[in-house]
């Protein structure tokens, strides 16, 4: 007899340190152990699924621990005993009454030893010696184990029948989620990261592992997120093996889907990535920051953007985010991703960006977005002032800075504007650049709100029937649509349309045609798929104000109810957070709508000398910064970046409530 087998006599004492004091009995699972007592009993499921708890209970269910052997597989003298041959030999010789033997973690075995494993299990049979095996490892050679029950993974997930019997009275049959199904989430202190971790140990490849990883990024998806990363052969043969013995993945093979665990990025970053770096360049990519970009190109598809610039930021390395930031930011950044946008920018600064002054004016836009006037106007000048700004940068920045400016920011920034469309119409057209048709209508309404023109009629015929609103990118429908919101919140500041509004401009058809525009804008996120990004939040917001006064096609009285269906539709886990619930969102548009009309006062109302009021509610005039240089024709650009709060809503808050 070995000191190792005598160490793991129970003796009636349960073994230290296996299951918490409170025992959670799973009746459904000792009734397969009983099965066929005889056989080989192996139990093989990722760490936390309740394996050693499992066995724990079996032997004091039927032994109260009498005539039972614990063993501890990961011991090495666990595979020097059986080597040798004496591992059936010692147990018995320690007690000729042994009526169990269990052995927790059991390595995975060449063929050699998994016969020598059988042979061990046939003689204690013979001397009625049960055995019971827990291992993660499902690519052990299980075929050389002989008679066998296997319990696997799938089983081991906690079912309503394992619960406990609710009070009376209580009710809740729905089903349980996948955090609830697992033994060591719902029962026991482990986390998420640390079940990944150890699933991702137990015998994955290389492939498989990489796989598991990527879902676990994804939170979500199809098989052909992973074909995308692995290609197809690689991809099917990962995801049939993760489907066999990794429920953390959530797969769901009759449609090819999965929803996994869910898992912060913040806690891929600390636990996971040097081993994301080995995986990438092991199968077959440049690094890890190769397999990311692939990755967020799928979260940006769906329209989780705020994930997939955080999935770049946390998991890529800062030599990609500069030109991944070019490439992508303001798909990510009108796809409502403003937070992690900036927080992209703050890591990729410390690296070389091609098209800077086009990245100061998206930056300038996610301040603008997030309600931070002194942010958003410090990054428009940036962009302002630049020599590579090309004509949608330069729009873009200005609007940025018109969005959340002071009366005086807004005026320059309308010379601004004025400027680059008379330089535009000059240069014969606006087609020239991806984009810039949107822009420009946007433009166009931001001058005939400075101007008191007519909004409507400025809108139709700029947009006449060249845009058609139900195709293109992502980004050309969210500007599109931030220009229908800027064309209704001007109707909106100068009193047309809102409460108390002359009814009269309803029956014109130029209205009809914006609301009817913007619907079919919307209904095309909605069926893409899309969740609503910036522009359609604003367009929402102003069809929603304009209640009566904005007829369309659709009952005024139905596009609450509906408009509340795309926000719900539109809430993705882990996208830059959960969306505000309805009434924030409501809320939000009620004080921007006060907040505009405040503006539209002041603009209106001269002060005592004859000219227009130069901020809001009385406040006396900001403080000017003089800014020089910009090739366009209105060179002093007047960026106020203190005085009082502009006349905008912080739209931040209707994509997460918790960032400011």
Known sequence: ?????????????????????????????????????????????????????????????????????????????????????????????????????VVTDLPLLTDDRAEAF?????????ANCEVIATTTRADAPMELFGRRVVIGAAEMLVAREDLEEEPEGVTDRRPLGLAERIA?????????????????????????????WAMTVLGRGTIDDVRALLGARRAEKAWDALAARCPLVGISAGEESFAALSVSLGEVRDHGRARLQALAETCGFAGREEAMEVLAERLMERGECGRAVSAMTLLARRRAHGWWLAANGWAALWGGAAVEVCELYDSATRTQMAARADINAMIAWAWAQRGDRARAVQFAQRSLVSERSTPRTVLSAALAAWEVGNAATRRAMEETVASCLAELDGAGGVEREDGLAELVVVAHGVLALGRGDDVLAVWASRVGEALDWGSGSRIDVERRLLGAAAALEGLEATGALGAGADTAIAGRPELVR????????????????????????????ALER???????????????????RIICGSCREGSGGPLAPREVFWSSCRRGSRARAQFAGAQRAPDGDGRRARGVRGAAAPEVVRHHGSRFGAARHHLSVRGPVSANVNYATLTNPNRQ
Do not use: N
């Not at 459904?28 to 005889?38: A, I, N």
């Not at 059988?118 to 013979?126: Q, S, T």
């Not at 482990?190 to 137990?202: E, H």
């Open 514 to 541: 914006l609301v009817a525009c913007s619907h079919r804008a919307l209904d095309a996120l909605v069926e893409r798929g899309w969740s609503l990004g910036f522009g359609a939040y604003r367009a929402a917001a």
């Open 1 to 101: 007899m070995t000191r190792f087998i005598q160490q793991s006599a129970c003796e009636g004492r349960r073994p230290h340190g296996v299951v918490p004091d409170r025992l959670r009995s799973r009746p459904r699972l000792l009734s397969r152990l009983l099965e066929d007592r005889g056989a080989l009993r192996l139990v093989v499921a990722p760490p936390g699924f309740g394996k050693a708890t499992l066995a724990f209970e079996y032997a004091s269910v039927m032994f109260q621990f009498e005539h039972v052997f614990w063993l501890r597989g990961s011991s090495p003298c666990f595979l020097r005993d059986l080597d040798a041959g004496v591992l059936a030999e010692a147990v018995l010789e320690a007690d000729e009454h042994a009526a169990l033997m």
């Open 546 to 564: 304009a209640g009566g006064g904005a007829r369309g096609p659709r009952p005024a009285a139905a596009f609450r109810s509906r408009v509340h």
């Open 118 to 126: 059988a042979e061990v299990v046939e003689r204690l049979a013979d």
């Open 184 to 212: 060591a989430l719902r029962w026991g202190s482990a986390t998420p990261i640390q079940l990944v971790l150890g699933a991702s140990r137990a015998g994955c490849t290389p492939e498989e592992e990489l796989a598991l």
